[in-house]
């Protein structure tokens, strides 16, 4: 697994690449643990991470430039529907970028936004914890043709 962290510069390598989206409020870390779990599965791929532990600052220029480049997308813990929506009309309306949305459901909120994006979104790929990252392999298994 190739993992680039913003700010470091992302070139092509013909793998599928996983873009970890910001979280909820009140998530702090949890990209290191999606990380931890797809090394673990065994992902070949590469992992961009614009929020690494190193830096508070935000990463932009760096997600704009990359956008068309990604073959998934990961939102973990999303505070509703809407930002759901948001990401998908910034990145899905670019590219064929596939998005998987992850709700905690040892959280009460969680479990609303998950049956919420159900009823609003039936064919989005909604998993109940981060270990159920695998989802997201899967959808890389086959990945659309990432643009340059």
Do not use: K
Not at 79 to 105: E, K
């Amino acid at each position: 697994m190739r993992l680039i962290e913003y700010p470091q510069h992302y070139a092509l390598d013909g793998s599928p690449t996983l873009y970890l989206d910001c979280s909820g409020a009140g998530r702090p870390g949890w990209q290191s643990e999606a990380i931890a779990l797809l090394e673990a599965a065994g992902f070949t791929g590469t992992v961009l991470n614009p929020h690494p532990p190193s830096h508070t600052e935000a990463p932009s220029g760096w997600q704009e430039h990359n956008l068309r480049r990604f073959c998934a997308v990961l939102l973990w813990c999303p505070t509703g529907v809407q930002q759901v929506l948001d990401v998908r009309q910034r990145f899905l309306r670019l590219s064929r970028t596939a998005l998987v949305v992850g709700c905690d459901h040892t959280e009460r909120e969680q479990r609303f936004v998950h049956a919420e994006l159900q009823t609003t979104m039936p064919r989005l790929a909604v998993t109940a914890d981060l270990a159920a990252v695998r989802t997201a392999l899967d959808h890389l298994s086959a990945p659309a043709t990432p643009q340059t």
